[in-house]
């Protein structure tokens, strides 16, 4: 079965400790994104990555690190300078399209939680 | 630019009942419009999208959508409300030539379906 996996389920963070979320696909996507949800608004845009090696900040990109090394993988760093990283992070995949533009869905993770300790 | 509002933060209606949740868009170019759900403690999945051919658009579980370009709508319905479909929905848009970003995401709708 094709899909996307996030690791953890649940996280906590520590005060000045940076964290690395988990995000692999098999549906041999060429492009993947992370988001952020908060209570009560829409995913915001982090990072994307429309092929290996590269990516791009998206609209909340301060604070967070990511790698593209492989296709199937695109983890995400929270480092300390995320003042705010309580939230539910969302890891999503799509048939790759012109930067910048994509009439096909995308297809999302379970999430990942953090807390802060 | 591009702008997707969801019209309503929160939507209640009875089991059997049609359900309407709306959203408007705002877009510079032909757009594509998606909704999806989320039920709680997990990811989005799509339910429809339109892509400029038929202006009405059949999803999954029951939902359709029309598109409606005189009146930038793009509203989902379903005929008869079941207690499964209570969940966040959102409704997103993708715009052409709109440079970094990809998609843009309603801040969404709650669905409470009573019994």
């Known amino acids: 079965d094709g899909g996307i996996t996030q690791s953890p389920k649940y996280l906590f963070r520590k005060e000045g400790q940076n964290v690395t979320l988990s995000c692999e696909q098999n549906l041999n996507h060429d492009a993947m994104y992370w988001y952020r949800q908060d209570p009560g608004q829409g995913l915001r845009l982090i990072y994307y990555?429309?092929?290996?090696?590269?990516?791009q900040k998206g609209d909340i990109a301060e604070g967070y690190s990511v790698s593209r090394e492989k296709k199937e993988s695109f983890p995400l760093t929270v480092t300390s300078a995320q003042k705010n990283p309580t939230a539910f992070y969302l890891c999503?995949?799509?048939?790759?399209?012109?930067?910048?533009?994509?009439?096909?869905?995308?297809?999302f993770g379970d999430g990942t939680r953090l807390s802060i300790l | 630019a591009q702008s997707v509002t969801q019209l309503d933060s929160h939507v209640s209606v009875s089991e059997g009942t049609p359900v309407l949740l709306r959203c408007n868009y705002s877009s510079s170019y032909s757009p594509s419009l998606f909704w999806y759900v989320q039920h709680p403690n997990k990811g989005l999945q799509l339910l429809l999208k339109?892509?400029?051919?038929?202006?009405l658009v059949k999803g999954i579980n029951g939902f359709e959508a029309e598109f409606k370009k005189s009146e930038t709508s793009f509203h989902l319905t379903k005929p008869s409300a079941h207690m499964s479909d209570a969940a966040e929905y959102f409704c997103v848009v993708s715009d052409r030539g709109t440079g970094r970003r990809a998609l843009t995401f309603g801040s969404g709708t709650r669905l409470q379906v009573q019994p």
């Open positions: 999503a995949s799509s048939i790759g399209g012109r930067l910048g533009y994509s009439n096909q869905p995308q297809h």
């Open positions: 990555s429309q092929i290996v090696n590269d990516f």
């Open positions: 339109y892509t400029s051919a038929a202006t």
